[in-house]
């Protein structure tokens, strides 16, 4: 997690983001406040819910509206790589920070192998943001993507002969018939259940596939509607503790699933949820995007090297 200095409204991801859609009276120091007290929650519950949180502090300067959201320009593999990727917003170009991975790999005691580096991309205006943009199903090596301004397929291409995945893309738009941002906002991958926001995929042709895909890989669907994800029911996350799985969720995306949803996930871990309101209106992002999840492997001695 990366614990931010200057939270606020991003103008320059506004017009892709329509998450970023509610108003609030708080400006300033206190918007800034706000966001840091729902932070601080969310690693606190998670701490006491006994899952290891490393936590990297933005830097000041240059003002990074979005830091607080890291899975969008990193992510990191059991087989030691780290990935980095190209970002739509050029302020958000400036959250990739050597800093925040030296973080990980020294006070987290991981190691680092190889550096898969795609921001070269930026170049080229295609993007790919991470985890946002892609959902993955590590076990069975697919990657889950809806394209958009801020999801290019050849991009997403290059990442999955990099990282050696397989692919399942396809169109997904909202009420208003935009597309969707992110694919973590319509759909998440745990070890044993998937949520799915079905409606949003208007190809019934890739809706059948990417359902009977997720069912033939052992996963129990939560199908949520277009309603539901527009409160962040899909941008859950699975997390490891040493005693058991659990699912991270703010109560925005808790509050709006039904019994029979809930009780779906609740058979396959513990919920963990957190209010983080001023986070989800003025950020445009909920629980899922503002953790980056760690697989990599311990390290024996050394650092490892970050550029390998």
């Known amino acids: 997690m990366v614990r931010p200095a200057r939270f606020a409204c991003n103008p320059q991801t506004a017009a892709s983001n329509a998450f970023q859609r509610h108003p609030t009276p708080l400006v300033g120091n206190d918007l800034q406040a706000a966001a840091l007290q729902e932070f601080d929650e969310l690693a606190t519950a998670l701490d ?14 240059p003002a990074k509206p979005d830091a607080i959201f890291p899975n969008n320009w990193v992510s990191f ?7 980095l990727y190209p970002m739509l917003a050029p302020n958000r170009r400036w959250e990739r920070r050597d800093e925040v991975l030296e973080q990980v790999v020294r006070k987290g005691g991981f190691r680092v ?43 997403l291409g290059e990442f999955a002969q990099l990282l050696d995945y397989d692919l399942m893309t396809f169109d997904a738009t909202d009420s208003s018939g935009r597309a969707i941002y992110h694919t973590n906002v319509l759909m998440a991958i745990g070890t044993a259940f998937a949520v799915v926001c079905g409606d949003s995929i208007a190809n019934m042709a890739h809706r059948t596939a990417v359902f009977s895909k997720l ?21 859950v996350l699975e997390l490891a503790s040493p005693a058991a799985k659990l699912i991270a969720l703010s109560t925005t995306a808790l509050d709006s699933l039904n019994r029979t949803q809930r009780a779906i996930l609740e058979s396959h871990a513990a919920l963990v949820p957190v209010s983080i309101p001023t986070i989800e209106r003025v950020g445009g992002g909920g629980v899922r995007c503002m953790l980056a999840e760690i697989h990599l492997p311990k390290r024996d001695t050394g650092y490892g090297d970050l550029r390998t």
Not at 48 to 61: F, M, N, T, Y
Not at 77 to 83: P, Q, R, S, Y
Not at 137 to 152: E, G, I, L, N, Q
């Open 48 to 61: 006491r819910a006994g899952v290891e949180v490393l936590i990297a502090p933005d830097s000041d300067q």
């Open 77 to 83: 593999h059991h087989d030691g790589t780290v990935a």
């Open 113 to 155: 192998s190889r550096t898969v580096d795609l921001t070269h991309r930026e170049a080229e205006e295609k993007y790919l943001e991470g985890t946002g943009s892609v959902v993955l199903d590590r076990v069975h090596r697919m990657a889950y993507a809806c394209s958009s301004p801020r999801t290019d397929l050849d991009v």
């Open 215 to 235: 069912r033939a890989t052992g996963h129990g669907i939560v199908d949520i509607t277009r309603e539901q994800m527009a409160q962040f029911a899909a941008n």
